[in-house]
Every structure is written in structure tokens, then in C-alpha cells.
């Protein structure tokens, strides 16, 4: 579970009712049918008209990455890894990792291995490499533009609630308690089009947008790692170019793993 965005989603909910309650607002004048109709089902048809069926068949797929940390390898790992394969293949030669191709559970890792194993030149593997993170990369931007366009139209729709819930409200005119009952539902809309604009929407589309950045990251590491590995830089060298994706904490995690000691040549 992504802790963030648990903490997050419930800290949202409980600040609003305690907000509320705090100011006297009753929690029962949340319940407008109408309001929820309102946002939630414009919101989604925006959505539907915006974007077509083969990027919202997606949709599933991006709530689980927002609510599920997506399963990416520890860049000290990488470089870890990346140092192992470099003296295996200085000792023995590239051939000597096809047995090490099975072990490897990221497909975007093992299909490169196994390009440089193959024999592919420099320029080739690193094109197909880098066309696929491009394409990730596009697929990524579609998902997080869903939630930012459902957020940019959610508190719209709310002030188009809270307009209907209004005109609604100047047939009680002449019944001061239904006419304040009745404004108080029209602004339970507008209420609720911010909440699921501000809250919810943009901040998914925000978080899976960092997530994909790290994905990038971590992708690129790679591409680095096989290229040097190819051209048979020594392990010392790998640590190095590597660990310039590291931030300082993850450089002293290596450390201590014993990775910048690790580079010496058998």
C-alpha cells in the first residue's frame, strides 16, 4: 500500500466533517442526491469525451498504481547488480550473462540483456531501449491527464450544481425554512466539485506523475548500465556512471553495501 496517499485521502475526509462540526454545519446536509449526480456523473462524462476507450480501459490499472506501490527495483540494487554483471563479462565476456537473463524479473531489463547478448550494436540497442521508455512515458502522461482534466472541470461543474440548486431554491421563496434549506443544498455542490477537483483528482494526477518520473529514472539507469557493460567498462567505471541517478542518501546506502568498495577488478 502507497501509505502516502491512504494518509492523505483519509486526512482529506476526516478535515472536511471535523470542519464541519466545527462549524456547526450538520453532516446530514451533505446528503443531496443531486449534487453527487451533478459532479460525479459530469465529471466522468467529461472524461469519456475527452479521452477514448483504449486509454480509459486503464483507468483500473492507475487507481492500483496510485494506491499500490508500483514494483520498482532499488536503484543501489541496480547499480549493485549492474557491477556484477561487469566482472563477470570483463572475466568470461558477454556470453556469460545469458545465464543470469532468466534471473532478471523486469522485462524491460531481460529484453535488453538479451539485445546486448545477441551481439546488437551500441546505437541499435540504445534506440529500441530508448523508444520504449518513450512510449512509456506517453502512456504515463495519458493516465495522470485523465485525473487533471477530471479535476479541472469537477469544480465547475460544482458552481453549474450550485446554479441549478439555486433556481431550485427561488421556488421556496415563500417558505423561508425550505428556502434556506434549499440554498444550503445548492452549495453542497459547489462543496463537493472542489473537494473532488482539489483533493482528489489533481493530487492522484500529480503523484502519478512522480511516479513515473522514478520509473523514467530507473529505466535510464538501466540503458546506461547495458551500454557500459557492453562497451566492457570496468566495474569501477559502472559505480561511477550510475551513481550519478542516486541521491546522497542512496549513495551511503551503496556504501555501506559495500558497492564503491566493491568495483576493484578480479
Known amino acids: 500500500m502507497e501509505l502516502s496517499s491512504l494518509i492523505g485521502l483519509v486526512l ?66 541496480l547499480v549493485g547488480m549492474f557491477m556484477d554483471w561487469a566482472s563477470i563479462t570483463r572475466r568470461e565476456g558477454l556470453l556469460a550473462l545469458e545465464s543470469k537473463v532468466d534471473e532478471i524479473d523486469d522485462d524491460f531489463l531481460r529484453n535488453g540483456m538479451r539485445m546486448i547478448i545477441d551481439g546488437n550494436d551500441q546505437e541499435f540497442v540504445s534506440d529500441v531501449l530508448m523508444e520504449d521508455i518513450h512510449a512509456m512515458e506517453e502512456r504515463h502522461r495519458v493516465g495522470a491527464q485523465i485525473f487533471s482534466q477530471a479535476g479541472m472541470y469537477a469544480p465547475t461543474l460544482g458552481v453549474l450544481g450550485a446554479v441549478v440548486g439555486l433556481i431550485a431554491a427561488l421556488g421556496e421563496l415563500e417558505d423561508m425554512n425550505k428556502l434556506a434549506h434549499a440554498i444550503a443544498a445548492a452549495f453542497i455542490a459547489t462543496l463537493l466539485g472542489i473537494f473532488v477537483g482539489y483533493v482528489v483528482a489533481h493530487p492522484i494526477s500529480n503523484k502519478l506523475k512522480r511516479i513515473s518520473k522514478k520509473e523514467v529514472e530507473v529505466r535510464m539507469m538501466m540503458v546506461e548500465g547495458l551500454l557500459s557493460i557492453q562497451s566492457g567498462v570496468s566495474t569501477i567505471a559502472i559505480n561511477q556512471k550510475l551513481a550519478v541517478f542516486l541521491t546522497p542518501t542512496e549513495r551511503k546506502k551503496l556504501e555501506e553495501k559495500g558497492g564503491a568498495s566493491g568495483g576493484q577488478e578480479s
Open 12 to 77: 482529506a475526509l476526516v478535515s472536511i466533517f471535523v470542519g464541519m462540526i466545527l462549524k456547526g454545519a450538520p453532516l446530514g446536509a451533505l446528503m443531496v442526491p443531486a449534487a453527487y449526480l451533478i459532479i460525479i456523473g459530469g465529471t466522468v462524462s467529461t472524461i469519456f469525451v475527452g479521452f477514448p476507450m483504449s486509454d480509459l480501459k486503464n483507468f483500473p490499472k492507475l487507481v492500483k498504481i496510485f494506491l499500490f506501490k508500483p514494483k520498482l527495483i532499488d536503484k543501489p540494487e
